[in-house]
């Protein structure tokens, strides 16, 4: 049992650096991360108009858009490759020098975007609120830091 453990902890952590090493060319990498993070504004974005009133409130589909985004945040991190600095990118080579900071960062949006979609599976406006709030604050914290302006 303890080999099967073993076994299946190692594969797990090898996963990301199989992931990370799937680009054959950092401008993969760059075009990757950025598919990805421009599904999460679109998804975002849709659930911001509806939370501030410039179109309906239509709870399924906040729901949908609160789950896309979930799966997604997911995605970049792994498009954020050694040499993905340079290119067609706003993203800064201090991500690569703090790397613990903005893995920290990648990891507290990801955790946000999972509370955002359990949020909006309930009929409390204010829980979501505050969820899309949250999301949406550690998202720009890792863009005031870590994103070309």
């Known amino acids: 049992m303890k080999k099967i453990l073993l076994a299946v902890a190692t594969t797990a952590m090898m996963i990301p650096a199989v992931l ?14 950025q598919a990805a993070l ?3 504004g679109y998804n975002f974005g849709d659930m911001g ?12 589909v906040f729901s949908a858009r609160a789950d896309n985004v979930a799966a997604l945040s997911k995605i970049p991190h792994e498009g954020f490759i050694v040499g993905s600095d340079k290119g067609d990118t ?3 080579a201090k991500i690569w020098s703090e790397k613990a900071d903005f893995d920290s960062k990648m990891t ?7 509370a955002l979609a359990v949020a909006a ?3 409390d406006k204010n829980n979501i609120k505050q ?19």
């Open 38 to 40: 421009s599904l999460i």
């Open 90 to 92: 706003e993203a800064l």
């Open 108 to 114: 507290a949006f990801q955790d946000n975007a999972a």
């Open 49 to 60: 108009e509806m939370l501030k009133g410039k179109k309906p409130f239509d709870a399924a």
């Open 20 to 33: 990370a090493n799937n680009f054959k060319e950092p401008a993969d990498a760059i075009e990757y991360r």
């Open 131 to 149: 969820a899309f709030s949250n999301t949406g604050k550690s998202c720009k914290g890792c863009h005031d830091e870590y994103k070309k302006d």
């Open 121 to 123: 599976k309930s009929s």
